[in-house]
């Protein structure tokens, strides 16, 4: 027992916060739904909450099809949270995740539309491929502006997710519209969706997200790449002494990040929607901040952070169904979990935790100052 409980320390050490995170945060909007249940109908109901919650696990967790829509709305949030956090792993904040995913579906409908009479074997790879490589290439422009210039990630991300959805809207209606549908879209995929492997939308698009947990996982912590990703998030000028090129790494790192967020709108796009038409949500891509927030940036957090976030999805819509109790619960909830991970010394007085000896540098990331002049990385701080 002793020795399980020392090999379980380090985990439950890094882990704890963000555990705690979620249970204030369910705390919190659990008075939300007490309060605002005496505005309502049915009137004042202080268990309102418990019977909410129990029917949001049930909806996700209570049947066959509750676990497949809850594994098909965490597959894209895997991939995004692992663009995001790689992202920050390097010490970059990538909120391009809702364009390069937009990029990505875009990419993928077009090539699957193409392809859509040819077998599924060749279609779907060559699909997957194209929506991977637009979301790279999107994900190069801010990597490479921050590697050349030093501008801000942030601030060049948020202006390409608006330029992306924009351009994507005049591509749909100028150049790739299907013809006979009464709003702009493009062609269906037909035979480049991906395989199902059970029931009605369990699709192959959950196994390749697992495995991308697994093999970003490898990269960060067994490869030259993932030291070197790593060392230059910690301190570029360090790394640029000890022979590692900083801005090479950098513009790489975004690229990668956008390989993987266009990947998540692929297999969005492969696997649940079909085609493409202008004002598909990017949800997918700001969740996807919170789902890398909540894991550390680790991808077995990761990978865990995609489920639970999953699971609110599918289990959202039989919780308003039989408790009245408006889907929007299920925002206020994710918005708190943000809250109490960037203010965790709220958590840590809560439930006595103990601050760390040395700062989490992906967090820092994230609540330092991006107008506090930081030199592009290559160049001495």
Known sequence: MRRWRARLAPTWSKAQVPVYSIVLAFAVAAV??????????????????????????????????????????????????????????????????????????????????????????????????????????????????KARTGAHEVVTTIMLNNAAALLLTWAVNDLVRAPGFSFPRTADIGQSALPILAGRNLHLGIAFAVAAVFVIRWILVRTTLGFEIRTVGANPSAARYAGMRPIFITALTMTISGLLAGLAGAIQMLGVIGFYAPGITASVGFDSIAVALLGRSDPIGILFAALLFGAFRAGAPLMQIETSVPIEVIDIIQALVILFLAADLIVRRVFRVRAPKIEIVELATVTGSWGAGTPPPGTAG
């Open 32 to 145: 939300v739904v007490i309060v605002s249940s005496a505005f309502t109908a049915s009137g004042f109901d202080p268990l309102l909450p418990f019977a909410a919650y129990a029917r949001l696990f049930a909806g996700a967790f209570g049947s066959g099809n509750g676990v497949a829509n809850t594994l098909v709305a965490a597959a894209p949030l895997m991939f995004g949270g692992l663009a995001v956090g790689i992202g920050l792993k390097a010490g970059l904040f990538n909120i391009g995740v809702a364009g390069q995913f937009l990029v990505g579906a875009f990419a993928a409908a077009v090539t699957g539309a193409a392809l859509a009479a040819a077998p599924t074997i060749v279609g779907m790879p060559l699909a997957m491929l194209a929506g991977g490589l637009a979301g790279a290439a999107y994900g190069f422009i801010p990597g490479y502006l």
